[in-house]
């Protein structure tokens, strides 16, 4: 998959598995139906008979890249107070009910959304509706809880970005690469603003987002569309509609000139990230003359070239061939709000430096802007995407995931119809032509991770445990 | 992306029944078992072999078993790593190779098209039956098995894994990491991975599941094609029995970290156990049951002590363990470890309240369908009733044998099967001279 190795992206590292999958694959639309309440609230269903087996999600436009300085996270704890409990149901009985019925459920934050999800035994879908329902407008978020939830998600920060050195250095390259963007943020949060944050600040954040006007309601599974349309009326058609609220869209400033940034932290590895600004698929693809709308689909590609199996450049050429890397990767997100990143990962062999494997990956680059690559490669990269079509849909979980994805950074979930065809489409010279567009020094940031020693002293606390704020 | 409880969420992912599958069995023509369910609605294969080669095979040469598996797609055949890679991939195919504790398999996804299945099914089984492991593709591997034991030393949480299982399993095979240690790993050679793979990677010694879009007659063609060639061998020996803890052990380990991981247990199950759903229900109850369970509510959601706190039971073919763990600030290290031995002690000393076993068994058997709604998920679950020997009707039985436990056959089981005053006990986190401070 895209980014094989583990740690370097783990506050995100799911995500991009799941778009990788998602979008070297795309049949979700296929099949779907889709229906607008009158307060708004949009609703797309896809049956899929296979098992007995129904996927409820409901997709909220909000998340870390919606707040601002000082603000920081604040998406991320409202989704962890969303099971603190409403007039209805007091907390943890949202989770009590789904469990009594056999019912999975979570719910995720990401840059540009928030979403919940219940997997359900096929029958009980209202079960998920009305309580979706319910907390979509009568939220308690109640102080006492917000006190002991706080604390829950300081420890989440501290777990997976404090004592993680790779996911740390992940978080200091976006904020060093984006500097008006919203994506400079990370999505739990600063911990300073975490230690800010008060349950104010999250009814204001609760009243503002959490309305039928922006949500998406994602059905995938063995139902019938019409009658979870009816479903849906009946449980969220009586909820006021809110005021239409328009996204944050503060978009970044142009980067002239390389940047670089260093991270030191105890471990005992070093590593590299390689940002560079990219574009992504957009809504209206002729409002820019400058980007063309196949260049994602490029982009795309491109990062199947370098890393899209143990036979493509990445591993055939850096971790075999040359034996510079440990392990290399390449990321890009081309379902996205704003603009946003390729990203190029990894780790040296021993033996060698960050020095020697930034200088071999930027030779990959310049390889992939002089030379054509092989048709045999795109064709490798084709005949993946078409197999990916496939393999998708063995789980209705991930069909529901990229409807919404798609939906909530203001896609068309229909957008995944076309996936398979515009990736077929892209020639060789589309691949060179992206790469000298964008994969440019101006755009770059160069960061990396310089291990401090693992045995030497504790390392300064930044965390601000016991109530100790910088 | 940020969930709420990551580990839930994984599992879903990858989390179909109608009805309950139906598993063809019968063995190739050189003896390899065959476990098969055909599913019609999606034109693609997923298939696995599993050999018993996993890290309790290593013998004083950890790491073993795992470089075994890594160097099978690396050449054979003659043809070399990026051959086999491309000719894999260029079908669309998917082949991942993995090695744990009881185990090694290499696994497949595929399209059926006769255009692709047959080309994928015979590099697999090159891979599978001549490796040639090169001389500099075992240089490069073994480098690379070194600078992922280098990684884990920056995980607090690797580290607290890798020191339980030291602990809780002593001189048993399963208490090394299948990664091995720096000294074993700098010590393997080729003619051992050589002599590995002649040793285990034998018909007697593998196990195939298979489940997709084909008939019983193609499912016989190509477990056939599969083992062509593959050399009968012998079966791997039965691996000791886990002895129980005598005493308590602890083991705090000084990492420069901000918090505390904290792991807690003992061996606990083996796969069949006689006690497998008692334990398997009450520990639902105690820790497994996601945002239900005991664990959950008093570390995490009436006192915020930490983002997860749970239990579970990893059966094995012999007792595999019981874990216990959380993470927090290390400030509040103790006491959350204190709250963890308390619930532990009183779940074992008094058992849950019957309201408590009637919401975990409707969870279990209400999500039954969810357990099994993906071809991967058939594979995962009849790769383990294959390879374990479990009843073949261990599916259609699985919702009864969970109503059938009680309050008083949990507390028996927990009784007789965990002693909370015999526990391993693992902290990994700064010093105590950091406790209650920061700069």
């Known amino acids: ?470 | 992306m940020y969930a709420r409880g990551l580990l839930c969420l994984l599992l879903l992912m990858v989390a179909r029944v109608n009805a309950t599958p139906q598993i063809q069995h019968w063995r190739t023509e050189n003896g390899v078992a065959v476990f098969f369910v055909e599913t019609h609605e999606l034109p693609m294969l997923d298939l696995q072999i599993v050999f018993d080669a996993g890290s309790s095979r290593d013998g004083d040469q950890a790491g073993l078993a795992m470089l075994t598996s890594a160097l099978l797609e690396e050449g054979a055949g003659g043809l070399s790593a990026d051959e086999i890679s491309q000719r894999f991939e260029k079908l669309g195919a998917i082949y991942h190779g993995q090695s744990g504790y009881d185990s090694s398999s290499v696994s497949l996804r595929t399209l059926v098209d006769t255009g692709k299945l047959t080309p994928a099914i015979e590099n697999l089984n090159r891979v599978v039956t001549q490796p040639d492991f090169p001389q500099e593709s075992f240089a490069r591997q073994r480098n690379l098995a070194l600078v992922s034991i280098r990684q884990k030393q920056q995980s607090p949480g690797d580290l607290a894994g890798d020191a339980f299982f030291a602990t809780v399993f002593g001189t048993h095979p399963y208490a090394h990491p299948g990664e091995g240690t720096e000294e074993t790993v700098q010590a393997l050679t080729r003619e051992a991975i050589k002599g590995f793979h002649q040793r285990y990677y034998v018909a007697n010694n593998a196990m195939i599941a298979m489940v997709g879009d084909i008939d019983r007659a193609k499912a016989e063609q190509l477990a056939g094609y599969l083992t062509a060639g593959m050399a009968a061998g012998e079966k791997a020996a039965p691996i000791p029995p886990v002895p129980a803890l005598t005493s308590e052990k602890k083991v705090v380990l000084e990492h420069p970290s901000v918090q505390t991981h904290i792991l807690v247990g003992q061996p606990g199950m083996k796969r069949g156990d006689p006690d497998y759903f008692p334990l398997y229900v009450g520990n639902h109850i105690l820790g497994g049951g996601g945002m239900i369970s005991r664990l959950f509510d008093e570390i995490r959601e009436k006192r915020g002590l930490s983002y997860s706190a749970y239990s579970y039971f990893s059966p094995m073919r012999e007792d595999g363990p019981f874990i216990a763990g959380l993470q927090t600030r290390t400030d509040q290290a103790q006491a959350a470890l204190d709250l963890l031995m308390l619930n532990l002690r009183q779940f074992v000393e008094q058992g849950p309240a019957e309201e408590e076993l009637i919401a975990s068994k409707k969870n279990i058997t209400g999500g039954f369908p969810l357990q099994l709604d993906s071809n991967r998920d058939i594979l995962n679950y009849i790769a383990v009733i294959g390879y374990y020997g479990l009843p073949m009707d261990y599916l259609e039985t699985f919702t009864a044998n969970v109503e059938a436990v009680t309050v008083e056959k949990i507390k028996d089981a927990f009784r007789r099967r965990l002693a909370p005053d015999r526990l391993a006990i693992v902290m990994v986190g700064p010093g105590s001279q950091k406790e209650g401070g920061t700069d």
Do not use: C
């Open chain 1, 1 to 470: 998959m895209k980014s094989k190795r583990s740690g370097i992206q783990l506050t995100s590292g799911i995500i991009l598995f799941l778009l990788w999958i998602g979008f070297f694959s795309g049949s979700a639309g296929a099949a779907g139906k889709e229906y607008a309440l009158d307060n708004g609230l949009k609703l797309i269903v896809k049956e899929d008979h296979r098992a007995p087996v129904v996927v409820s999600q409901v997709w909220y436009k909000v998340g870390s890249s919606y707040e601002h300085d000082g603000i920081t996270g604040l998406s991320h704890v409202l989704e962890h107070m969303m099971f603190k409990g409403t007039k209805n149901h007091p907390a943890g009985e949202f989770s009590r009910i789904i469990s009594a019925n056999g019912g999975s459920e979570n719910a995720f934050t990401g840059m540009d959304y928030t979403a919940y999800f219940q997997t359900l035994e096929k029958s009980r879908l209202a079960i998920s509706f009305e309580l979706e329902a319910d907390r979509m407008r009568n939220l308690l978020l109640p102080a006492d809880e917000f006190a002991r939830e706080i604390e829950v998600v300081k420890e989440e920060r501290r777990m997976r970005t404090e004592d993680d050195p790779e996911s740390y250095t992940q978080e200091v390259a976006m904020a060093t690469a984006f500097q008006t963007s919203p994506y400079r943020h990370p999505i739990i949060g600063w911990m300073n603003d975490l230690e800010a944050m008060t349950i104010d600040s999250l009814h204001d954040w609760y009243q503002h987002w959490y309305a039928p006007a922006n949500a998406t309601v994602v059905v995938v599974g063995d139902v019938d569309a019409e009658v979870v349309y009816q479903l849906a009326i009946r449980y969220f058609g009586p909820l006021p509609a809110g005021k239409p609220v328009p996204a944050a869209n503060r978009s970044e400033t142009e980067q002239r000139g390389l940047k670089r940034a260093k991270v030191k932290r105890p471990a005992e590895l070093p590593s590299l990230l390689m940002l560079y600004k990219t574009p992504v698929l957009r809504n209206h693809p002729v409002d820019d003359s400058n980007t063309g709308d196949w260049e994602p689909y490029a982009l795309e590609v491109l990062a199947g070239i370098l890393d899209g199996g143990n036979s493509a450049r990445f591993a055939s050429r850096l971790i075999r061939g040359k034996e510079i890397a440990a392990s290399a990767g390449v990321s890009y997100n081309l379902i996205s709000r704003m603009d946003n990143a390729l990203t190029l990962s990894g780790t040296p062999a021993q033996g060698h430096t960050v020095a020697d494997l930034e200088r071999a990956m930027l030779d990959e680059i310049v390889d992939i802007q002089t030379s054509l690559v092989a048709d045999s490669e795109l064709e490798r990269v084709k005949a993946q995407v078409v197999s990916g079509d496939v393999y998708e849909r063995d789980s209705v979980f991930y069909q529901a995931m990229v409807i919404g994805m798609l939906e909530t950074v203001g896609l068309s979930w229909r957008l995944a119809d076309e996936y398979v065809e515009r990736i077929s489409a892209i020639s060789p010279e589309q691949v060179r032509q992206v790469a000298r567009k964008y994969l440019v020094d101006d755009y770059l940031t160069i960061t990396e991770l310089e291990p401090l020693p693992l045995d030497g002293h504790a390392p300064q606390d930044t965390t601000g445990g016991q109530g100790h704020v910088r």
